[in-house]
């Protein structure tokens, strides 16, 4: 009798077939990328102030400038210390009754009562199209910004569970195309919305099928080739997440209405629906399931197109306790299961408000967003390579908790630096933004090598549902919060970051372990220790 593991060395660990899938796969993480941060683009919010019809008339017959005709209809107001012509506010005059010619250079309106805007806003933002711009979510309609991202990963929440518990009963395989099709579907219904509250609900679906699809391929990665590349797939799987993120300005550049955005991002879910007949099902899921004998049937698929012989395998050994079974009580109910889970589901909620917080943040600072979007972006490259030089020589969880440390330092030491020191200011920050990027992409293979098969999909997507929730609070933690002072997000985004590093420390180090079948092993893993040196 042979365990799954001795079968996939006789097939090959990482052969033609197991690349072929991951190519295909890795595929999942570009779009990903886009249903993630790109509200930064889509609901970007540009300078904006109030119209004043009469104004707006004078401003064509005398060929003024947006900056001429503003400081006629709006007040200054103090920002953050700073002097700044209001947003929000106008002068409450009647300009058509008043002797204003197109002579008129400097007039005194600090006399001048103010009103809030009555005629909508005006936007300097160079004929593009955002969702702000479009539905006018500004001013005391802003906090409706904050709700397109938290929507989405409302619907992460609910996909992570949903989609946990189908790909552990019905297969990863099937997962994958679902979510595929429900991307498709909603996310081109995005594109055509008419209201903006049907813009929310449908973002939710987004998150919903996104999240589930996405971790559904990356475990389906992890059990179909060998342990020596099991941390290589998962590290490049998440790097084409990063190259999906590097892509995304350039896209949001040529194409200037968030619509056809829309569409360009949600268009490759329609090609994965092809999926169903070029990935195969999981052996190791099948094995878990009882079903030992399509288990063998994939693989000697798989060994064929590997070009690999299966010489002394006929039989696969059931691993005890199948997903049928598997209990949400299952992820607590033994101390170590239970401490896993904890330290996991805070470090998913970590990365989430600190990853997301960093990107949103671009969109805020006043900056050129597409130049900051693309050189934040790139930073996230050598944070996979990091990982992949580390994590075999160090190990899984002294990496993991430094990169954490670092981001929580970096977030602190960014907040206190001048705005002067703008080049330090943004190498500190980027600093940050590397040291998150690594978190997050070692947080997602970490929690695979914890938890047992028969739950290992559901204990991934539940400790998940804390980087949704992370995702909810975001928006809300950065946009009112700096309000109050542009710095203050960071503050928060460093003290949780350093707790968590703290809190890694605390996990047991997988390196050079297979994964773990059964809880016996978590909760004994001196025992798989020994199966591996004999």
């Known amino acids: 009798m042979a365990t799954f593991d001795d079968l996939l060395e006789e097939a090959g660990a990482f052969g033609r077939c197991q690349r072929r899938v991951f190519a295909l796969l890795c595929l999942v993480s570009l779009p990903f990328a886009g249903v993630y941060v790109g509200t930064v683009f889509q609901g970007f919010t540009p300078d904006h102030w109030c119209r004043d019809p009469a104004v707006a008339e004078r401003r064509q017959a005398c060929g003024w400038s947006l900056a001429e ?29 008043t002797e204003l010619t197109c002579d008129t250079q400097e007039l005194d309106l600090s006399e001048v009562p103010v009103t809030e805007c009555k005629n909508g806003w005006e936007y300097q933002y160079e004929g593009r199209k955002s969702l702000v711009t479009e539905f ?9 910004v904050d709700m397109n991202q938290s929507t989405l990963n409302l619907g ?37 919305a008419p209201t903006y509250v049907s813009i929310l609900v449908l973002r939710a679906v987004v998150g919903f099928a996104a999240k589930g699809g996405w971790m559904s391929s990356y475990v389906l990665l992890t059990e179909i080739v060998g342990v020596e590349y099991r941390r290589t797939v998962g590290i490049l799987f998440q790097m084409f997440f990063s190259v999906g993120v590097l892509i995304l300005p350039l896209l949001a550049y040529f194409i200037t209405d968030w619509r056809w955005l829309q569409v360009v991002i949600t268009a490759p879910y329609i090609l994965f629906l092809s999926y169903y007949w070029f990935i195969p099902e999981s052996p190791r899921w099948l094995v878990c399931q ?3 004998s399509k288990a063998l049937e994939i693989t000697e698929a798989m060994a064929k197109e590997n070009k690999r012989k299966l010489k002394n395998f006929v039989t696969l050994t059931d691993v005890e306790g199948d997903s049928s079974s598997a209990s949400l009580l299952d992820l607590v ?7 896993h889970t904890f330290i996991l589901m805070f470090n998913w909620f970590t990365t989430a408000v600190v990853y997301q917080g960093l990107i949103l943040r671009v ?3 006043g900056g050129n967003i597409y130049v900051d979007f693309l050189i934040s972006a790139l930073v996230e490259f050598p944070a996979a390579f990091l990982i992949l030089f580390t994590i075999e020589r160090v190990g899984r969880r002294l990496p993991f908790s430094s990169a954490n440390i670092v981001a929580g330092a970096a977030c602190l030491v960014t907040a206190f630096i001048p705005d002067h020191l703008i080049w330090l200011k943004t190498a500190v920050a980027c600093i940050g933004r590397l040291g998150i990027t690594m978190a997050f992409e070692m947080v997602v293979f970490v929690n695979t090598e914890l938890y047992p098969t028969y739950i290992r999909n559901l204990g991934v997507s539940v400790c998940s549902t804390l980087c949704d929730v992370g995702g909810i609070v975001s928006p809300f933690l950065l946009y009112r919060l700096s309000a109050i002072w542009l710095e203050l997000p960071l503050i928060i985004f460093g003290v949780v970051a350093l707790i968590a590093g703290v809190l890694v420390l605390f996990l047991p180090e997988t390196r050079g372990l297979p994964l773990p079948e059964t809880i016996d092993d978590v909760e004994f893993p001196s025992r798989k220790k020994e199966d591996v040196v004999v």
Request: proline share 3%.
């Open 333 to 339: 109910r033994t101390p170590n299961m239970r401490k």
């Open 290 to 292: 009882n079903k030992s």
């Open 156 to 192: 992460f929440l609910f996909g992570s569970f949903a989609f946990g518990f189908f790909a552990d009963r019905f297969g990863r395989k099937i997962s994958i195309i679902i979510s595929s099709l429900l991307n498709a579907i909603a996310g081109i219904a995005v594109a055509l």
């Open 363 to 365: 969109g805020i600072t």
């Open 136 to 144: 006018n979510l500004v001013c005391s309609d802003g906090w409706f």
């Open 69 to 97: 005709s503003r400081r006629l209809t709006v007040p200054l107001v103090n920002g953050s210390g700073v002097p700044r012509l209001s947003s929000c506010e106008q002068y409450e005059v009647d300009w058509n009754a």
